[in-house]
């Protein structure tokens, strides 16, 4: 039988072909995955550690704040000297966050405080997650216009770094923000928008929490919507044919390359009217894939020798997926399986041989990988550090889980984003410094002056954003 007519979920299906390897080559009834890590950081002299969601990074902040209110916020930073750092859901790979001293949180800052029916914008507290907000939103029947990969970062962390979905059409989430309020080092609130204060309004948009503590954000929104996405595991050939035709007609699409194989997962998103989803909605689960690759990890790891007949085998056996649904449903995947990332953007005209070349590269250099190469489309904007400032990108990411070694191999593939002149995520892992930044991006000046000017003593600089905007620099 055509294991295709069983329609298994892409998820379960790998699983199970991933299960069924190991059963049978080792005679077994099958292995665990790998014991996650039994402990994580441990107090210091009775300071609680911080960190990140994937664990890469750690810090021991001497002070943490949580302002009940603007005031109170206001307060903290006029009596208050030293640094601090503004913590969103702690996603980020980098070390933007880390801190030994104070450690601060706005989570709760929290919902829609305003919204205008007419002009579709919301005026939204900057710790509110984008999982909440997207409830909220859809309570007014209005949505989103695009989605991260998941939704648990809060709307300041996502719009700090530039987080962004996929499709050409549209920008990153700080492409949405028509207004925001920030507290400056010194305790004074400061409102921008196009028309008020737009140079702070430029630099804010995509801050890395360089600027000063973002207490609400205005964004653009639209009338609600639902969604059609659709899976399909494609040969290599016929997948970069299908990417092409794809990004000339600026459809909502992203890929999932497997390395040592070729196979690419094409998921392609396609707004459908509320009657069509309704009739074909069922049960809207979000799966985590990666749940799936961590299964073929582990087979690999036991065999190494089959790791490239489980990457070619394993994804024949995947169905056509579809799900229906609305659209904070379908966007906002659950990822319960930890992992490092990095991710570089390259202008959008050079993504697919760029994308080529990532997976040839580690053919070629036999590199010790198997979780999946993202690729995503992100539409240009006028913000002065996003990585799509006045240029269409295709972003693509590589991953290892969190528990396996993931520098040389990123190494590798920073490699070859920089013969891209790629511009690397804020939030992921990247080894740029200022003179790269000064480079890359043609507002960097305009950015550093602005920066001086809210934050002349550097209270917002950590030890990672020290050699992004170094005192000499
Ligand atoms: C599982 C997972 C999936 C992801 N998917 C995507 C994706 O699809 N697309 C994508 O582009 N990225 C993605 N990312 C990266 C992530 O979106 C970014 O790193 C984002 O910045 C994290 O938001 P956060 O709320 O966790 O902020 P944090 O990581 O806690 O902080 C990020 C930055 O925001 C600053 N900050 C937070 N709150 C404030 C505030 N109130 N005022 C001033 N500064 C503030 C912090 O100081 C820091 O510099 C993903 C990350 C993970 C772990």
């Not at 503590?213 to 290599?236: A, C, G, H, N, W």
Request: proline share 5%.
């Amino acid at each position: 039988m055509d294991i295709k007519q069983l329609k298994l979920s892409r998820r379960h299906a790998l699983k199970a072909a991933g299960a069924g390897i190991i059963a049978g080559a080792a005679g077994s009834s099958g292995c665990s995955n790998a014991p996650e890590k039994a402990l994580g950081p441990q107090p210091i002299d009775g300071i609680m550690p911080w960190s990140n969601w994937s664990g890469n990074q750690v810090s021991y902040p001497a002070e943490r704040a949580r302002p009940r209110n603007i005031e109170a916020l206001v307060s903290l930073l006029k009596e208050t000297d030293g640094k601090i750092r503004a913590v969103g859901a702690g996603h980020s790979f980098s070390a933007l966050v880390p801190t030994d001293e104070t450690l601060l949180s706005m989570a709760r800052f929290r919902g829609i405080s305003h919204i205008n029916q007419d002009t579709k914008e919301v005026t939204v507290g900057a710790g509110t997650r984008l999982a909440a907000l997207g409830d909220d939103l859809w309570d007014n029947d209005l949505g989103m216009i695009n989605m991260p990969d998941v939704n648990t970062q809060t709307l300041a962390g996502a719009i700090a770094t530039s987080t962004h979905g996929t499709g050409q059409e549209f920008g990153s989430l700080s492409h949405f923000v028509t207004a925001l309020t920030l507290v400056t080092a010194n305790g004074e609130i400061l409102k921008c928008s196009a028309t008020e204060n737009k140079d702070v309004f430029d630099a804010a948009r995509c801050n890395i929490g360089s600027l000063g503590i973002i207490t609400d954000i205005t964004i653009q929104v639209r009338d609600t919507y639902y969604l059609k996405e659709r899976s399909e595991m494609f040969p290599m050939d016929e997948a970069f044919e299908r990417m092409e035709k794809l990004g000339l007609e600026k459809r909502r699409f992203e890929a999932y390359g497997l390395p040592h194989a070729n196979h690419i997962l094409l998921i392609e998103f396609e707004e459908v009217s509320k009657e069509e989803a309704d009739a074909k909605q069922g049960e809207v689960v979000s799966g985590d894939a990666y749940e799936t690759f961590r299964t073929l990890a582990d087979v690999i790891e036991m065999m190494p020798f089959l790791r490239g007949a489980v990457m070619n085998i394993a994804p024949r056996t995947v169905g056509v997926e579809e799900r229906y649904g609305p659209w904070n449903k379908i966007f906002g995947n659950v990822r319960d399986m930890r992992f490092n990332e990095m991710e570089y953007t390259v202008p959008a005209e050079d993504g697919l041989a760029c994308f080529r070349e990532v997976l040839e590269t580690i053919k070629e250099k036999d590199i010790d990988i198997i979780f999946p190469i993202e690729y995503r489309y992100v539409g240009e904007d006028d913000i002065w550090l996003s990585q799509f400032y006045q240029r269409p990108g295709a972003a693509i990411s590589v991953h290892n889980f969190h528990d396996k070694p993931y520098l040389p191999y990123f190494a590798e593939m920073e490699a070859i984003f920089d013969r891209y002149q790629g511009r690397p995520h804020w939030g992921k892992i990247h080894t740029k410094t200022a003179q790269d930044f000064a480079e890359l991006y043609p507002q960097w000046d305009a950015f550093k002056a602005v920066r001086q000017r809210l934050d002349p003593t550097r209270r917002f600089i950590n030890e990672h954003l020290d050699k992004i905007f170094p005192v000499t620099s």
